[in-house]
């Protein structure tokens, strides 16, 4: 269950009831702001819904200081990060053979912060599921000229992309591959909390990442996190 708002995954949901009721407000420790939960689901609230939550003896009572809490502990700086304190995503050691491929295409094993450091707070939402989306070029193509194609021919290079004019450096920009210009399968992949967890504790603990219908790890600049255009890692 994640925040409509931020896309913080929920890891506990607290109703002073038997049974959870049919609607309920929803506090989402990630951004501090309230949900509704209707039958299980959580949607942000309409104004008129919003109002009547605000007048409410559990919002005065309970959910408005909790909330004030959250931001106050998000304007705080982020404590940071060790990245010695490493596991594996199951929890057990770190082995010398966690990079060899099993015949998916994935992993053996997976490095993430340990479980201690994950706690010690995130800087982002706790997000499972990413798209492969490629990278695409921002500005203008052009041809390779007879120069490049001999200088770079081992390269596969088919086109070069001309940055904006620098004061600095001048006329700079990078060059593309076919396969970069095709990248992004457009597949969804979802992984593990502990990775997932690791990501919102250091968004750039990891350089790459598994696309499952690929069934191979690209760059995390290829994905961007369902939901949003943020791009993975950043």
């Known amino acids: 269950m994640n925040c409509p708002r931020c896309g913080f995954k929920f890891s506990v949901l607290a109703v002073n009831a038997d049974e959870l009721p049919e609607f309920a407000p929803l506090l989402c420790e990630g951004c501090g702001q309230v949900s509704l939960l209707e039958r299980g689901i959580p949607r942000v609230p309409a104004p008129s819904e919003i109002r009547a939550i605000k007048t409410s003896p559990a919002w005065r009572d309970f959910l408005e200081p909790v909330a004030r809490l959250i931001r106050e502990k998000k304007a705080q700086p982020p404590e940071p990060v060790d990245r010695s304190k490493q596991t594996l995503s199951d929890g057990s050691p770190v082995t010398p053979d966690y990079r060899e491929l099993r015949p998916d295409g994935q992993q053996k094993g997976y490095v993430v912060l340990s479980a201690e450091e994950r706690a010690r707070g995130f800087v982002r939402p706790v997000r499972t599921t990413y798209r492969h989306v490629g990278v695409r070029p921002k500005y203008e193509l052009r041809d390779l000229t007879d120069e490049e194609k001999a200088h770079y021919a081992d390269c596969l290079y088919v086109k070069f992309e001309c940055y904006p ?48 219908q690929c069934r191979k790890h690209f760059p995390v600049a290829e994905f961007v996190w369902v939901g949003t255009d943020e791009r993975v890692g950043s």
């Open 165 to 212: 004019p620098n004061e600095l450096f001048g006329h700079i920009g990078r060059f593309w591959t076919e396969a970069q210009l095709k990248s992004g399968c457009g597949g969804e992949t979802t992984m593990g909390l502990s990775i997932a967890e690791t990501y919102a504790r250091d968004p750039k603990f990891y350089g790459a990442t598994f696309c499952c």
